[in-house]
């Protein structure tokens, strides 16, 4: 999922997004709610129409916002009060509050509330975060059954922003194959390596589509719940049946990619993964290299957002079939050829990276869309080669071959 | 022609561009030689190849650029002393170098180099800058003539960027009737004042193709000549007439748009363009408004250039066929409608006047993006609207109707 963090992937335009094959944007709750706002928003028939973007999005909670600027927050049994990182004033965001802007905003997939800590904490710390995250889901979960007997009862989901798309994710998880196609998920037969035995009993039988069955009360609308533990195994296990209890649409492992060695990310990764259902999406957030995506599908994931194909971008750093390179470097002041002599994408079938370096350098903003643009494409490519070589049964051989690459 | 300062219409991929019917760029002399640099651009290519642009180019020669930095510049017979905007370094243009460095960018249209003089500006300076004009456009004929000669003999046009585009404007001018189109020429049949008459005798058959006969010893590559004479009509005769005995491919109005009142402006323009050849293109500088656009077409004016759609717009200034827009005001926080009901490009099929406020409030790349994209449409589309008046003889009509707009 790309990010657009306050409702835009910097620089890109939705058709260039849908040109580019992107199914799924990530939006940040935490910036729209502060500006301009989740009201607004909602009036304006929710964030799919607000942007012009008729396809599925992902809005988190905020907690990792909140680490994130941890100075400006502080964190509570009710919730979070944090300060704007715009104007300073003053804001709390609960469980339930969080579940409501995300409602109002009417995205597709919305998260619980957590409580990220960042890398190293205490043992101490990342139990706290383990127990409140978890206390913290249910609430989430209660919230939205209330939300779903409100809207019913009265204005309807269109007055929260909900249905209002066409391509809805509801029809797309309609028809099983599409569905899994789009999640990567019943595609994955080859586990990297013995899996641990999921909690999760599953009574499910195989084969049937994840999504029929989806235990959210409103149609159209899943809740994936988030867990932490950072890279502590057991707390790893106690945030899994906590969440697993509670039964979500989804689940997500938060607090990694927060600074632990990477050896570790995939371990604590691995291990998490294989405690989750099968039969639903397991969300890695934050992460992370074109690497990372295949070594994190190899551990059993399906999905991942990141800044780092857009930040990236942007300073001037563009992910190649050769490896990454810094296309502001004076070498490339003559370099006739494309960013990637192997890519297909509308940047490289029309720019030399000499035209891009100069761009860069003067700062246009036309630099940044190109190589925005071509990250995007590369990091897309590469989940679409994934879910390709896992269709085909030749995921293991598609792994070895990028663990070659530099 | 939308301005290409850098090689690069700020926020605009070349695809968004041709998607918008753009024919021609304008691209700056003075800041390709400092960055870059143009024998980069050359050894590259061209200009055309670098940017990634297979249409027509025209490159300015650097005298409004100089004028507007007056403080780093410095006016000799010989040329003009500048200091760099970027480092502060010294550098000399000469006509002479003017056309070496539009050559090795290899543009479809160059200019002669001029000394552009402000508003309000003694008769004394403006009858100095007509005559050095004069004098400098001479020598500029001259040193093309020169070049045509070293270019045959030696490396061929290849080697300075000329004839590598796959659609250049030689090809557009074999073709009369798209010829024509292309410049807005012979079309013109309803000049909307009783006209001077012109100094050239018009001894070439009416009807012919203005362009199988020009003057530039290059083919493909046009040369124009430019003329000064601020707002007084015995100075712009004056000039018109140094110009018209050096016989050049196409003639610029420089000079104007500078900061006299705008009916002093329509006023000149007239008058000079009667005083130029019907089967040659006339180029008002640096104009203007939309109404601009059809009050100097009007007047005998073929071709403009203007930064005014695209800074505007990054400014949060729209053009609307409701008059401008200020989209950053309050008023649009919560307001639906696309930019301009009427208007037809992909931002206003797609995006709210709300979404666009939001994006530029938050200083997202893609309000910049989106306000120039609409921006140059309005504009194209108006030049488009003129056209086909013209072809249709009913421009005074349109001219009527767009005088009563808001």
């Known amino acids: 999922m790309p990010v657009g963090t306050a409702g835009t992937v910097k620089g890109m335009t939705q058709a260039q997004l849908e040109e580019l094959g992107v199914q799924i944007l990530l939006a940040n709750t935490y910036h729209l709610y502060l500006r301009p706002g989740h009201e607004i928003i909602r009036e304006l028939g929710g964030l799919h129409r607000f942007i012009g973007w008729p396809h599925p999005i992902l809005t988190d909670s905020g907690g990792f916002q909140v680490m994130s600027l941890k100075s400006l927050g502080r964190v509570t049994e009710d919730g979070v009060w944090f300060k704007s990182h715009l104007d300073g004033s003053s804001h709390f965001l609960s469980p339930e509050r969080a579940i409501e802007v995300q409602a109002a905003l009417g995205a597709d997939i919305i998260m619980t509330l957590d409580e990220c800590v960042e890398y190293p904490s205490s043992h101490q710390a990342l139990h706290r975060a383990v127990k409140l995250t978890g206390r913290w889901a249910g609430r989430a979960k209660e919230k939205l059954s ?14 929260w922003g909900l249905g209002t798309r066409e391509t809805s994710l509801a029809a797309i998880k309609q028809s099983p ?7 990567g998920l019943g595609a994955r037969e080859i586990p990297l390596a013995a899996s641990t035995q999921p909690i999760a009993s599953e009574t499910k039988p195989r084969g049937q589509s994840p999504i029929t069955n989806h235990p959210s009360p409103i149609p159209g609308l899943s809740l994936f719940g988030i867990l932490q533990g950072g890279v502590d195994k057991d707390l790893r296990r106690e945030s899994a049946e906590g969440l697993l209890e509670l039964d979500f649409d989804g689940y997500a492992i938060g607090g990694l990619s927060v600074g632990e060695p990477k050896a570790e990310m995939y371990e604590v990764a691995q291990y998490t993964a294989q405690l989750l259902p099968r ?7 934050g992460v992370g290299t074109p690497e990372d995506l295949v070594e994190c599908v190899a551990r059993g994931i399906d999905m991942f957002d990141c800044v780092m194909p857009t930040r990236n971008a942007r300073n001037g750093c563009v992910f190649t079939s050769q490896g990454k390179v810094i296309i502001k470097n004076t070498r490339y002041a003559r370099d006739e050829s494309p960013l ?3 890519c297909e994408c509308p940047v490289c079938r029309r720019y030399s990276r000499s035209y891009i370096r100069h761009l860069l350098v003067a700062g246009e903003m036309l630099g940044a869309i190109l190589t925005t643009q071509h990250n995007l494409h590369f990091y897309i490519d590469r989940m679409r080669k994934i879910r390709q070589s896992l269709l085909f049964g030749v995921f293991a051989e598609f792994h070895s071959r990028v663990c070659a690459e530099p």
Request: hydrophobic share 30%.
């Open 146 to 159: 209330a939300l779903s007997s409100q809207l019913s009862k009265s204005e309807g989901a269109r007055g």
């Open 177 to 183: 194959e599409q569905g899994a196609r789009c999640w």
């Open 279 to 285: 039969h639903r999406p397991r969300y890695l957030m």
């Open 340 to 342: 990637d002599p192997a």
